[in-house]
């Protein structure tokens, strides 16, 4: 048994139930329509994998129906049939990339065959998209770990001011100190608040970037940059890597917490290929506008990328970390860029001048629309 949802739509009742018999012994869901306007009415009651329609019907034809499902963002693939070979029919149909046209009268044996095939594709497209779904939950995963670590880095000092100011206090109590002519129990109190708030906003700052984003929204290059230094901030300040910053601010309206992800994902390589070098290590992040499109560039002084590995970085699971390595990140980052953020990204190596030094090591370029 063919696992479909079908919708059938023929203006001759005779031949619309001819069809439907034969199809019913071969495919799970039938559905079928004299009328090309109630069929669209039903389309989102029924979710149908496939449309089967005559072209030539009186209401309306089977190349209208499917513009207008296309017009109301409903890209259901369709098979189109007529009795008739008309290039118009054919040059339109190939305009609208419908997924099959057929000539009357229809061989029901060929167009099982054709249902089969598209059932596989089905398949093998909702697999891809499953594998992609799991890898993105293990990116974000990775990412939680990371991020579990940053937390526990930013959030010690303050532990730390609070625990002394509370226990400060507590000893002026045991030994009676109830006036506080020298406000110590008031400036106390402050430290403890203002580590409360700075502890609050760090887990703000987290939540905000591991919480999924459904909708697009506005923001500017230059916030979205400064929220990614301070998810990295620990990391940076531990192994006394210098960030600079040559940033033109732009304007977006795409997924901005995906665009942290990715820039996350390219410091996160940049700094554990840092931390094996004793020289200075610098990671330069800039953006400039070409051909109204935002470059980022994420470029640092770690040696560069092997050659012989450039070409397979963004493949997934490839590493070149025997160990803690899990080849999602950058593939993810490839992923989110190019299907999500409708952008190009890419990766080279080259030299960048700081303070009249030359510097080597892997470059990577991120292309996005802007608004």
């Known amino acids: 048994m063919i696992n479909l949802r079908v919708i059938i739509v023929e203006d001759d009742e005779f031949l619309l139930k001819k069809i439907a018999t034969v199809l019913e012994k071969e495919v799970s869901n039938i559905y079928t329509f ?20 005559d072209i030539d019907m009186p209401e309306m034809s089977g190349i209208d129906m499917y513009k207008e499902l296309k017009e109301n963002n409903l890209d259901i693939p369709i098979i189109l049939a007529s009795a008739f070979s008309q290039p118009e029919y054919f040059i339109e149909a190939i305009k609208l990339k419908v997924k099959n046209f057929i000539l009357k009268p229809i061989d029901l044996d060929d167009l099982i ?7 596989k594709e089905l398949q093998n497209e909702q697999a891809i998209i499953k594998q992609e779904r799991m890898l993105v939950i293990q990116s974000k995963m990775a990412a939680m770990g990371e991020m579990l670590t940053n937390i526990a880095h930013q959030w010690r000092q303050p532990l730390n001011t609070i625990s002394i100011c509370a226990s400060s206090i507590k000893l002026e109590e045991e030994f009676g100190n109830i006036i506080d002519e020298n406000n110590t129990i008031k400036s106390m109190v402050s430290n403890i608040m203002n580590s409360v708030d700075y502890m609050n906003n760090t887990l703000n700052d987290f939540q905000g970037y591991l919480k999924p984003n459904k909708l697009e929204s506005s923001f500017y290059i230059q916030d979205t940059l400064n929220k990614v230094e301070k998810l990295i901030l620990s990391q940076t300040k531990t192994h006394h890597i210098k960030l600079i910053k040559e940033i033109n601010d732009f304007h977006l309206t795409t997924y901005q917490n995906e665009l942290i992800q990715v820039l996350i994902n390219i410091k996160n390589n940049a700094i554990e290929e840092l931390v094996k070098s004793k020289e200075d290590r610098i990671i330069k992040v800039a953006t400039e506008e070409i051909d109204n499109k935002l470059i980022i560039t994420v470029h640092d002084n770690a040696g560069g990328i092997p050659e012989e590995y450039l070409d397979k970085v963004f493949q997934a699971y490839f590493t070149t970390k025997e160990i803690t390595g899990t080849g999602i990140g950058l593939h993810m980052s490839k992923q989110i860029i190019e299907n999500h953020l409708n952008g190009e990204i890419s990766v080279s190596n080259e030299k960048f001048i700081y303070k009249d030094t030359t510097y080597y090591g892997a470059n990577f370029k991120i292309s996005l629309p802007l608004s």
Do not use: H, R
Request: hydrophobic share 40%.
């Open 34 to 53: 004299k009328n090309p306007i109630e069929a669209i009415s039903k389309v989102n009651e029924i979710k149908p994998d496939i449309i089967i329609s």
């Open 113 to 119: 065959i054709e249902l089969k095939q598209f059932e």
